[in-house]
């Protein structure tokens, strides 16, 4: 199948130049073509992109997607007693078609606000993998390895074993769409003969691995009390950082734990309001990225944000280290797209996506500009980080194949979904 899209402003390469009124060709899975002038070859389908914008799709970074069941819950609390008076409680309730609607329920609202990947950490892995590769997202999705008990063998931990099967069975399923990442849920719900094995397991499969880390200033100061170093030390003394490690929030990384991410290439997922709301503090993102740093963008969970917009979180991202540093000229639109797109997809090991260029997969979004908030357009990166909502979206391709249009969903049935939902609402809240 090979698709034209004409008369585009189209973000290109790596700089996201803009082409205006441009052509842009798909075969199958990848852009073709790139160019001002109409290609001469034919197209199966030709669609007038008048007005529209196209993008590379964005990667939501780390996240929860079934806790689309739990948004709000808990609400105006720190941290801790959130997730251990409040979520968790919910959790236990829990059903594995609780998981298989709700990851359906959290990939609708991504897919409409133009999320074309997600790196996710939850339970029931093996039925989310069912449903993302039923609605033709892409998706790296991990089995989190928790454990408590310093005594414990990892062949006594059933999430271990559990972690490794997934990995084997799974990476690179349906045509590299799904890939499998092992993740430790964080330090202060592991063990050190655990994550010692786990990771030298990863290693051995150069395989990512996904953590919480530094998210609040209680984690990190009891783990320095109670290890005598950071989590990002512990974590680099048990062998995590030998693998190509990703650590989500950073919200409390110190000057030397930044210099150990450098120097071990770790990637920082930046989650802006998930750090605002739970009152968490602001991550060093500026310095992470003058240093060097991969930083990508997350939305967390619905629990805690409460919602899967990662436009929302691009603009948030933008403002609150102008803020804070009494500097406008911190992080630009750019730096922002960037790391909403293809730092995300680096981060994921997806290195021929996240970008328009000839030859990367064909993983686009576009944006209707043709609405009052976005006139006039005078700069299009500017537009797209503080004017543009999720909202705007008005397509998503995935791997070539338009998975959402105005408003349709084309690979997710959602009359069912929402009825499903509504029962699981009803049975865990009693409402």
């Known amino acids: 199948m090979k698709i034209l899209f004409k008369n585009a402003d189209i973000l290109v390469g790596s700089n996201f130049d803009v082409l205006k009124n441009g052509f842009l060709g798909v075969e199958n899975d990848q852009i073709i073509y790139i160019s001002g002038e109409e290609p001469n070859e034919k197209y199966d389908i030709v669609k007038d992109m008048n007005n529209k914008v196209l993008m590379p799709g964005l990667v939501n970074s780390h996240t929860h997607s079934p806790m689309v069941l739990l948004r709000h819950v808990g609400g105006g609390l720190p941290l801790h007693e ?57 998706a790296n999705i991990p089995r989190p390895v928790l454990s408590f008990d310093p005594e414990e063998e990892p062949e006594s931990n ?7 099967e997934l990995y084997d069975n799974y990476n690179l399923a349906h045509n590299g769409r799904i890939r499998v ?123 805690s944000n409460n919602n899967l917009n990662m436009f929302e979180e691009m603009h948030i991202a933008a403002l609150i280290h102008k803020g804070k540093q009494n500097d406008p000229t911190v992080l630009s639109a750019k730096d922002i797209i960037k790391m909403a797109t293809v730092n995300g997809a680096k981060m994921q090991g997806r290195l021929n996506s996240g970008l328009i260029v000839v030859g990367y997969k064909a993983d686009i979004i ?66």
């Open 82 to 138: 959130w997730l251990f008076d409040n979520v968790m409680p919910v959790e236990e309730k829990l059903t594995q078609n609780d998981i298989r609607i709700g990851t359906r329920l959290a990939m609708m609202e991504m897919i409409s606000t133009g999320t074309v990947s997600f790196s996710d950490m939850y339970f029931e892995p093996v039925t989310q993998i069912e449903e993302i590769t039923k609605a033709k997202m892409k």
């Open 158 to 164: 059933e999430r271990f074993k559990e972690s490794i």
């Open 181 to 303: 990442d092992f993740s430790i849920h964080a330090e202060y719900t592991s063990t050190e003969k655990i994550v010692r094995a786990y990771s030298l397991e990863a290693k051995k499969r150069n395989a990512n691995v996904h953590v919480h880390v530094s998210e609040t200033k209680k984690e990190h100061d009891e783990c320095k009390d109670r290890r005598g170093k950071t989590p990002t030390k512990w974590f680099r003394d048990l062998g995590t950082l030998k693998t190509s490690c990703q650590f989500a929030h950073g919200v409390w990384l110190e000057d030397e734990d930044l210099e150990i991410i450098k120097e071990n290439d770790v990637t920082v997922v930046h989650n802006p309001t998930s750090n605002m709301k739970l009152g968490s503090g602001f991550a060093r993102v500026p310095k992470m990225i003058d240093m060097g740093i991969n930083v990508t963008l997350g939305t967390d969970g619905t629990a």
């Open 366 to 431: 576009a944006l209707d500009f043709k609405k009052p908030h976005l006139i006039p357009n005078l700069n299009h990166l500017e537009a797209i980080v503080y004017s543009a909502q999720g909202s705007d979206v008005c397509m998503t391709m995935v791997d070539g194949e338009i998975i959402y249009e105005d408003g349709n969903y084309l690979t997710i049935d959602v009359d069912s979904t929402y009825s499903e939902i509504e029962k699981i609402i009803e049975r865990l809240y009693e409402v």
